[in-house]
């Protein structure tokens, strides 16, 4: 592996909205012998890119991951692991590894760049049905996922690299978003007699909310919500007349009709709840035979790649650090997923026969 390129991908800063820049150094960087660049513009200032090695522009197996990373951005170091070493998360090194600190590292950096080493060496080999597909913003919406869908061909089989211990993912949960809005009565706080706050209501909303039982999926578990963008703009002196939030739900198969449902079954009257959808939970292709399989409650950009009939999504690292000052990936890590990835797309070739 090249993992000078790698350093250099992990020290260009490509959080989200700033993805462009690493983008354009890839576009010229990844160029070889039989590889075909295509860019995308996505239409938000933000670029796709295809490596096709395939030149005909609808490669049917794709690699695939994302460019641009939560933030703030964190400058990269490399640490040598000793054996027997406490690594970020509290996990034992089980050997004498390397090991790549910093944003990106395992979502999605190091996903695409161990990718591209096992892309490289396909080629030599002489496969060339395949491409390397690099999506941006999959972090705020998945919207160059959704620009591909719209503008270009899909194909047979697409791998998403995503941090899963290098496991393949049977199921995925879905999300479901909401805005909801309570509506009180303001009235002077020393006479709350005289009105109705929103405060109170939203305590009473999540403890009704908390009180639903929603049914447990036997593959993907619970159902799960996080409340964001909290806001009741109130004076203290004044009982609060409204308060707006989120509500993200990570829905199963049991649950993903139901919430809807439901939360207009606890809203108060003269309250609202607006629906911005989401994806639905789904099942995907397992990689290979004998490989060991997980569930996982995060998003990806694989419900937004329709144009693909079968999708799988793995990769080095875990999901537990990304998005954390903890991020890291060890360099056997990103080994591992290489022959993952090889063996995936070898018995893709395989079934085609």
């Known amino acids: 592996m090249d993992l000078d390129l790698f350093r250099h991908i992990l020290e260009t800063d490509s959080t989200s909205g700033q993805e462009r820049t690493l983008a354009e150094f890839l576009e010229d960087r990844l160029r070889v012998d039989g590889c075909v660049v295509r860019r995308f513009e996505v239409g938000d200032g933000t670029l796709n890119l295809l490596l096709d090695w395939s030149a005909s522009g609808a490669p049917s197996f794709v690699f695939c991951s994302h460019l641009d990373t939560v933030p703030p951005y964190i400058a990269p170091e490399t640490v040598p692991v000793r054996a027997g070493d406490i690594l970020p998360d509290g996990k034992v090194a089980a050997m004498d590894d390397t090991m790549f600190t910093g944003r990106g590292t395992c979502d999605a950096k190091g996903q695409f760049f161990t990718m591209y080493s096992t892309c490289l060496e396909l080629a030599s080999e002489g496969h060339r049905d395949f491409g390397l597909l690099l999506l941006s913003g999959e972090e705020t919406g998945s919207f160059g996922a959704k620009a591909y869908t719209r503008d270009c061909p899909g194909g047979e089989y697409v791998l998403v690299g995503e941090p899963t211990d290098n496991r393949p993912v049977r199921a995925s949960k879905g999300t479901k978003s909401f805005r909801v809005t309570l509506r009180g ?20 909303f999540m403890n009704r909310l908390g009180a639903v039982d929603f049914p447990e999926d036997p593959i993907l578990g619970k159902t799960t919500w996080n409340v964001g963008k909290l806001s009741g703009d109130n004076p203290q002196n004044i009982l609060s007349p409204e308060v707006t939030f989120r509500l993200y739900f990570r829905t ?102």
């Open 252 to 353: 199963t198969f049991a649950t993903d009709d139901l919430i809807q449902h439901k939360l207009e079954g606890i809203c108060p009257k003269g309250s609202s709840i607006e629906a911005f959808g989401g994806d639905r939970p789904l099942e995907y292709h397992h990689g290979a035979p004998g490989l060991t399989t997980t569930t996982v409650s995060f998003g990806s950009d694989a419900p937004r790649l329709e144009k693909f009939a079968q999708k799988a999504i793995c990769g080095p690292g875990s999901i537990l650090t990304a998005h954390t000052p903890d991020e890291y990936v060890l360099l056997s890590q990103m080994e591992e997923a290489k022959s993952l990835y090889r063996r995936i797309f070898e018995n893709f070739i395989q079934t085609k026969q």
């Open 185 to 204: 009565k303001a009235c002077h706080s020393g006479y709350p007699e005289h009105g109705r706050s929103a405060v109170s209501m939203f305590v009473e």
